[in-house]
């Protein structure tokens, strides 16, 4: 009978102690994702090179593609990639139009030079505004895609849905998921 309670209590405290653990390590794990900051200084002792305020131009054929401004950029060469502090990047249209964009944090996949920019995205045209919550981009298909809910306005419309996708050579969008909108009666089509 001693010996059944003594197992039990041996047995509670090690559930005890490995739900504090779990709870722990989902905790930390959340607070640095929450603050890039933080993160960044911990990926600091495996970056090959941290640089302050950096700024890259993507070019293909001669013809400017986009332009990216960052406060610091971490290289991580294994991985392939660099994490950003602050982005701001500028797409280079077609038509001739400009996209500004910004976030908290991004990644360029070094390799291929595709852009992920992760919380508070916002971006704009001379046309309209969108924001959501992370967003990437493809340079082989020159697309910018959401897979987090967005919202896109202009003075004559406004909507939102699950996911877009913006081809950045034809200036077409594609919404998909719950798509919602208002349009002014003094839209030209």
């Known amino acids: 009978m001693i010996r059944r309670r003594f197992f039990r209590r041996i047995l509670l405290a090690v559930v005890l102690v490995f739900v504090a653990a779990v709870a722990s390590v989902f905790i930390g794990y959340?607070?640095?994702?929450?603050?890039?900051?933080?993160?960044l200084e911990q990926v600091k002792n495996d970056a090959d090179m941290h640089l302050n305020r950096i700024q890259q131009t993507a070019m293909k054929n001669g013809i400017q593609e986009w332009r990216l401004d960052a406060s610091s950029a971490t290289l991580l060469e294994k991985e392939k990639t660099m994490l950003l502090t602050n982005p701001e990047v500028e797409f280079f249209m077609k038509d001739g139009d400009t996209l500004y964009l910004t976030a908290r944090q991004g990644k360029i996949f070094t390799d291929s030079n595709r852009l992920s920019v992760q919380g508070e995205v916002a971006a704009k045209t001379n046309l309209y505004r969108f924001y959501t919550e992370s967003l990437d981009y493809d340079p082989v298909t020159r697309q910018l895609r959401a897979e987090t809910p967005v919202t896109i306005s202009s003075e004559s419309f406004s909507l939102t849905a699950n996911r877009m996708a913006l081809e950045i050579e034809t200036n077409i969008t594609r919404f998909e998921g719950e798509v919602k909108g208002t349009i002014s009666e003094n839209l030209a089509l």
Do not use: K, T, V, Y
């Open 30 to 39: 959340r607070r640095m994702i929450q603050d890039p900051a933080a993160l």
